[in-house]
């Protein structure tokens, strides 16, 4: 499975951001969708996921700030990011996970202070 995520920039702290994925076939019914990021020196983290089914999660990090959506041909993921901080900074990565796991080729996120 092939996953193109797009979308990642500069913003400024407070601002506002929207990322996409697409895959290159539908998600199954077993599968979620979503994106880790990595910070410059540390590890990567799951920051919001979602299944076919529309049930989305969120790390705690996140909550409340960002928002995953899926289309309605379920190959794409979005994920709205509000009231960013410089903490979200990192590159983000698409992620298909069901009997194998699939990543894109990550997106830059760079919030200012």
């Known amino acids: 499975v092939q996953l193109q995520a797009s979308g990642g920039g500069l913003v400024q702290a407070g601002g506002s951001l929207a990322l996409s994925c697409e895959a290159s076939?539908?998600?199954?019914?077993?599968?979620?969708m979503g994106w880790y990021r990595q910070a410059p020196g540390k590890s990567r983290e799951r920051v919001a996921w979602?299944?076919?089914?529309?049930?989305?999660r969120y790390a705690v990090s996140v909550k409340g700030r960002f928002t995953i959506s899926r289309g309605n041909a379920r190959n794409t993921v979005f994920l709205q990011m509000s009231s960013l901080k410089s903490e979200d900074t990192g590159i983000y990565y698409c992620?298909?996970?069901?009997?194998?796991?699939?990543w894109g080729q990550g997106t830059l996120v760079t919030v200012s202070s």
């Open positions: 992620w298909l996970r069901g009997g194998w796991e699939f």
């Open positions: 076939r539908s998600m199954y019914t077993t599968e979620v």
């Open positions: 979602i299944n076919t089914a529309g049930t989305d």
